[in-house]
């Protein structure tokens, strides 16, 4: 019996990497997947307050901690604010003097599908999570996900009601960046400790700074484009190390979105798409 | 509810609960393992054969609920139930610390094989999360919880009588 089902699961796994992502046993586990969801959903409705209430609980623990770090942080973005608005107006009337043509940015050029999160792997191997909405939503395959906290991966696999998008922790995910201070770019990928991610091929001339913020850099070059639009945020820098005989920097990200507890998200959508549907 | 009827909901639920609850869950840096300490339950109670049927079906709907590979995950949980099924028909029968045991090396056994498929199936998977930053943790926790689960599919699988035994040695005379 054990042969057997080896054997089974073998050629289970044979064929799902050799026939296409709309071959018969890709579809057998969509329909299957999208029979399903109704149970998943309903088990993470079921689960919700539940799991609100032991992140209220874990929260009083350094409430009072994190209300001081607030406060002084909002004191100092309120002064960053005034001096950002006043960026801004400069850029906007520049722009229009230059007729100035730029690339799909966040959030202008983007609506979104928000969801919750119904599964999730049971193992440490993979870092992904499933939603309820799929190309029936709009949601399209490589679409960026995010929360308010920030970038929180792209979707890599879709059905019509459902899709498995890897996160940006995964080892598979990559992401080109920017410092927003320095304009210095750099790809992010996965850090060498739980959430953590790293910030390589950073120029050794440019100074970035602990507690910098990275954010998506959203190029564009002929047909060739990222799939994440600019300026969604990635992280802030945590420290900055270089060897002398590295080429290159290593940033160390900590990002603001808490991968752990991913309870919703956000699937972006290009404007033009939903013009079409 | 007949025998094969109670497996499939314990299993059906668990694996339901371990990808929409569960695996959700970060205690401590690490996640419970709840579908595997259901699944060696169910194997400890009720042999090799039915852990290894358990595991597979118990794999294969956790692939298809986290649209995973098809198959990764079955066939990592039915070695992991005819593991433990083998170990309750042999060494582990009757004993007290047979389900801590099969917890603790199971746990180890799915992750390491678990990390061995996926490297194998070509996924880039990570050495230190999955052998060193998430195992221990989740680990003491399937340590944890494996009682509890043990004694709920204990209540729910009622144990063989010592009759319905297989017979190894009959004694004449």
New interface residues.
């Given amino acids: ?2 042969g057997f ?2 054997v ?6 044979t ?3 050799r026939e296409s992502e709309d071959g018969p ?1 890709h579809d057998a ?1 969509a329909a ?2 999208s029979a ?1 969801q109704p ?2 959903v309903a ?2 409705r079921v ?1 919700q307050p539940f ?1 609100d209430a ?1 992140g209220w609980t874990a929260a009083l623990f350094d409430a009072r901690a994190e209300a001081e770090r607030l406060r002084a942080e909002k004191e100092q973005l309120q002064q960053q604010v005034i001096q950002n608005e006043s960026a801004l107006q400069s850029l906007v009337d520049l722009k229009k003097l230059l007729t100035y043509v730029d690339g799909p940015t966040f959030p202008e050029d983007y609506t979104y599908v928000a969801t919750s ?10 870092q ?1 999570i ?1 939603l309820p909405v799929g190309s029936d939503n709009g949601v399209e395959l490589d679409a960026p996900v995010v929360t308010g906290d920030g970038l929180v991966g792209r979707v890599t ?1 879709l ?1 019509a009601d ?3 998008v890897t996160l940006l922790t ?3 995910s990559a992401v080109s960046a920017v410092d927003l201070r320095t304009k210095a770019p750099g790809i992010v990928k ?1 850090g ?3 959430d953590s991610l790293i910030m390589s091929r950073v120029r050794k001339e440019d100074v970035v700074k602990v507690r910098d913020e990275i954010v998506t850099s959203g190029w564009r070059s002929g047909p060739l484009a990222s799939l994440y639009p600019k300026n969604i945020l990635v992280g802030r820098v945590t420290s900055v190390g270089q060897a002398q005989t590295d080429l290159y920097q290593r940033v160390q990200i900590k990002p603001d979105v808490d991968f ?4 919703a998200v956000a699937v972006l959508v290009p404007r033009r798409t939903v013009a079409r549907r | 509810m007949n025998d094969a009827a109670s497996i499939v909901a314990i299993v059906f639920l668990a694996a ?11 205690l401590l ?1 690490g ?1 419970p ?1 709840l ?2 300490l259901a699944l060696i339950g169910v194997a400890l109670l009720r042999g ?2 039915a852990g ?2 358990a595991g ?1 079906g118990a ?17 990592i949980l ?2 992991a139930g ?1 593991w433990a099924g083998r170990y309750g028909e042999t060494t582990g029968r009757g004993r007290a610390h047979a389900p801590l045991l099969a917890v603790l090396v199971g746990t180890v056994l799915v ?1 390491v094989f ?2 061995g498929l ?1 490297f194998l ?1 070509g ?4 050495a ?3 052998l060193f ?3 221990l943790p ?1 680990l003491g926790l399937n340590l944890i919880l494996a009682a509890p689960v043990f004694a709920l599919c204990r209540k729910l699988l009622r144990p063989f009588e010592l009759s319905e035994r297989t017979v190894e040695v009959q004694l004449l005379g």
């Fill in positions: 019996m054990l089902l080896v089974l699961a073998l050629a289970l796994i064929i799902s990497f046993l586990q299957a997947a399903l149970l998943t088990m993470e689960a799991r032991y999160v119904t599964a999730r792997p049971a193992n440490a191997f993979e992904v499933v696999h059905t459902t899709s498995r995964d080892e598979s996965h060498q400790t739980g752990s507890s991913l309870d | 339901l609960l371990q990808a929409t609850v569960v695996a959700s869950l970060d840096g996640t393992d579908l595997l090799a054969v290894a049927v597979f794999g294969l709907l956790l692939d298809v609920l986290t649209l995973d590979t098809l198959g990764v995950t079955a066939l039915a070695l005819y992750a678990g990390y996926h199936i996924e880039e998977v990570s230190r999360r999955a930053e998430t195992l989740g």
